[in-house]
Structures are given as C-alpha cells and as structure tokens.
C-alpha cells in the first residue's frame, strides 16, 4: 500500500476538504434559491400569458334579423369553463355598452351558454324585440366570478331606432363620504317580503359643467356571482365645485337571506360598494315547522275517526241496541228537587166525629167495572 507524507499530503488533504466544504455550500444555495427561482418564474410566466391573452369578443352569423328569426352567437377569449349569459339590448352600442342595465334587453328570451376549456362557445339566440328603442346589440355577459362584457352591433328588422342620449363629458361625479344602508327590516320581511334599503351617499362634482338628473346603476351581488344592475336615476342638478346628497331604493328578491355586495355605478366608474348583511325570514321556517306538526296531528285524528267508523264490534256490543241518550231527562235530573211544605192551618185541628169533610180517596176502576154511557148502574135505573 502506497501512501503520502509530508508537506504535499496535507496541502492534498487540505484541497479535498475545502472542495467538499465548497460543494455542500453550494448545494445548500441551490436548495435555498431554487423555490424563489420558480416562483419568480412562474409568477412572470402567469403575468405574461395573462397579459397575452385577448379580450372577450363575440361575432355574429348575421348583422340584421326580424323578431321570430334566430342567428349564431360565436365567442373567444373569454375564461375556460365559465357561465355567460346573451341577451339582445336596446338603446346601447359596442363602445358605449348598455345603457340602463339589463332593464333595456329582453331577458325572456336570453340564453345561457358555458364555454370550453379554451374560453370558446357558439350558441343560437332567438331574435326578440327589446323595451327600448334600437341602436341595439347582442350582449354577453358572464353571471359567475369577475365581471366580463362583450358586446356586438345588431339590427332588430322592424324595431323602432332612436338616437342615444347625449354624453355630457365634462361633469364628473366623484364620492365624497362614505356610504351607507339606511332603513329597517318590518314584520312582512320575517315573513318572507322583499327586503329594500336606501343606498345613501354623497357626492362632488369636480368638473366643469353641472350634472343634471344624472343616471346611476344599482348592482346587488351574492355570493360568487356578479352583481345584477338596474337603473335609477336621481332627481335634481349637481352644479360644478358642488355637492349633494343622494338617496337610491335597493331592493332584494323575497326571501333574499345571507351576505349582499351593493354596488353603485356611474357610467362606466364603480362608485361605491357597499356590504349588506340580510337576516334570515324565521317566519318562514316557524310556518313550515307548525304546518308539519299540525297536518299529521289532522291526518291522525282522522285516521282514528275512520278507522273507529270500520272497526268490527263484538257480538255484546252488537246485540245491544243503541239508543240515543234524552238530553231533556239528563237536564231534568240535574235539577235541584222542592220539597212542598205544608200550609200551616189557622184554627185548632177538629176533632174527632165532626162533620168535617174530608177527601177521601178515588176508586180505582177496571174497565169492566167502570160506569159507561150504554150500560146503566145497577141501582135507580127502571
């Protein structure tokens, strides 16, 4: 066996261990920043394809069709796997959506569609006829998660058009305060009514024209599914460097019960948000609760008075005649009884052999023996 001594062995040792030390060390770094590595890189990785990916969009089969037709709604880049809901609107256009919310589309006849795992979908929408006037297009929607909105021009055949009102770009309402649920429950939401609240808030205008009668758009979410927007608009002028307050009715469906999102929007800005917690209508829950106990407690009576009516009865029972009991003699018989006192008498009795008269009593006849009108007494009769 061969082996080194001296000055060289151990600068040959002293090289072999500091190369381990330098390998653990390096391997303790690796395992330290790898993890931040892939995190950095995914993190890029997921910023880069969600800045890569499209909008929304939606193209039709035909820009034009009457009432009763019906044409493809086709769409791309929407989420994977995501519930959206078309509907045929009026009085909007593409760049500026639907003016008024869904109450300006015909929601009867809108249909739901889910897209694939590439955030596609083709569906047949019936052409109906909205409540307002045209300019009118498809709009699509998604009713789960974060809000998306595509919209595309369409020609109701023979449906009235008129001009979109005008925008008044120079005012500009902005929050001032924060906003606010105000009212109280009745009786009749305990029971199941419509819950209703007023949506207070105070606003600014910080442009230079007056706003007036400015329109704005009441959303109500629950849960994860986006917020449904109805119009309400609100009486009065907002002038420039001014404020004001302003009060809109919100109200939930009945028997609506769990964690609200109120949400305020003008124009195209989200105003405000607001949570709203609504109780749950134990009304309801104490109705359903006496019904099942009071229509098995009715079932059962019922059932005895049935079965009491089919049951077979004994021979005893049976050769007894049943007679109805004389309610008369039970009355009478609970009556007290009195008891005649005699008549005190107002002279000494008389006495013994007077010629007082008494009454004696009737003799009891038998019919043979009684007097009769054709048969003539024995004694004084010729």
Known sequence: MTGRTGPAALRSDGRGRTALL???????????????????????????????????????????????????????????????????????SPDRGVIGGTNSCANADGRAVTTDS??????????????????????????????????????????????????DGDGKLAVLATTRLEGDSGILTWFGAPPSRRLV???????????????????????????????????????????????????????????????????????????????????VTLFWILLCLVVPAAVFRIGMAVVDKVRPRSAHAAARPRRRPDRFADVTARLPKLRRTPAPSEGPAPAAGTGSTTTAALPWFTPDSAPSEHRPTTKGHS
């Open 118 to 167: 590439k955030g596609r979908f083709s569906k047949k929408l019936p052409v109906a006829e909205p409540p307002v006037p045209c300019p009118c297009v498809v709009h699509v929607a998604t009713v789960t998660g974060d809000q998306s909105v595509a919209d595309a021009a369409f020609v109701v055949a023979g449906h009235p058009v008129a001009a979109l009102p005008k925008e």
């Open 22 to 92: 330098s390998k653990h060390v390096l391997a303790a770094l690796l395992t330290a920043i790898l993890p931040a590595l892939l995190l950095t890189a995914t993190g890029a990785h997921a910023t880069g394809r969600s800045a890569a990916d499209p909008k929304p969009a939606v193209t039709l089969s035909g820009k034009q069709a009457g009432k009763g037709g019906e044409i493809t709604v086709k769409g791309t880049g929407w989420r994977p796997d995501t519930l959206l809901m078309m509907l045929v609107c009026g009085r909007s």
């Open 201 to 283: 808030l105070t606003v600014g205008n910080l442009g230079s024209a007056p706003v007036k009668d400015p329109v704005f758009q009441v959303g109500t979410a629950h849960g994860v599914y986006a917020p449904q927007w109805e119009e309400r608009q609100w009486r009065g002028t907002v002038e420039p460097g001014r404020k004001a307050r302003i009060e809109l009715p919100v109200e939930l469906t009945a028997g609506a019960h769990g964690d609200y999102q109120v949400s305020l929007k003008y124009g195209t800005k989200v105003l405000a948000e607001q949570p709203w917690g609504v109780g749950r209508p134990w009304g």
